[in-house]
C-alpha cells in the first residue's frame, strides 16, 4: 500500500534551519505534484508548498515565501522542504502529501493549495521553533 513518511522534524531556536524529508512507498510519484501542509494546535490545515512532477514549478504559502524551499529527488521517491529563518509561529505539525494532478491553473496552485488536490497523506512531523 502507499506510504508516506515525514522525518526531520524538531526543537529548533528562532532564526535556525531544519530540512525536512518525506519518503513515498508503494507507487512512484514522479508524474504527480507533492506537497507539504502544516497544521498547529487548535489551527486549521495551512498549505505550505507544493511542487511540480519535474521541479520545474513551486508555489508557496504567504507566510512562508523567501525562507522555504521545497524540491524533489524522483529517483528516491522524496520530497524535501528546507526550512529557513524560522519562527515561533511555524511551530505545527508537519505533513506531507501527495497528489494524482500532472498539472496546476497557469500561474496558481488552485486546488493543489488546498488539502482536497491531494490523495495520500503521511503521519506528520513535528517541529517546534523555541524563542
Known amino acids: 500500500q502507499v506510504q508516506l513518511v515525514e522525518s526531520g522534524g524538531g526543537l529548533v531556536q528562532a532564526g535556525g534551519s531544519l530540512r525536512l524529508s518525506c519518503a513515498a512507498s508503494?507507487?512512484?510519484?514522479?508524474?504527480?505534484?507533492m506537497g507539504w501542509f502544516r497544521q498547529a494546535p487548535g489551527k486549521e490545515r495551512e498549505f505550505v508548498a507544493t511542487?511540480?512532477?519535474?521541479?520545474?514549478?513551486?508555489y508557496y504559502g504567504d507566510s512562508v515565501k523567501g525562507r522555504f524551499a521545497i524540491s524533489r529527488d524522483n529517483a528516491k521517491n522524496t520530497v524535501y522542504l528546507q526550512m529557513n529563518s524560522l519562527k515561533p509561529e511555524d511551530t505545527a505539525v508537519y505533513y506531507c502529501?501527495?497528489?494524482?494532478?500532472?498539472?496546476?491553473?497557469?500561474?496558481?496552485?488552485?486546488?493543489?493549495?488546498?488539502?482536497?488536490?491531494?490523495?495520500?497523506w503521511g503521519q506528520g512531523t513535528q517541529v517546534t521553533v523555541s524563542s
Open positions: 511542487i511540480r512532477w519535474n521541479g520545474a514549478t513551486t
Open positions: 508503494g507507487r512512484s510519484f514522479s508524474s504527480y505534484f
Open positions: 502529501a501527495a497528489s494524482l494532478r500532472r498539472t496546476e491553473a497557469a500561474g496558481t496552485p488552485g486546488i493543489l493549495g488546498k488539502e482536497n488536490g491531494y490523495a495520500y
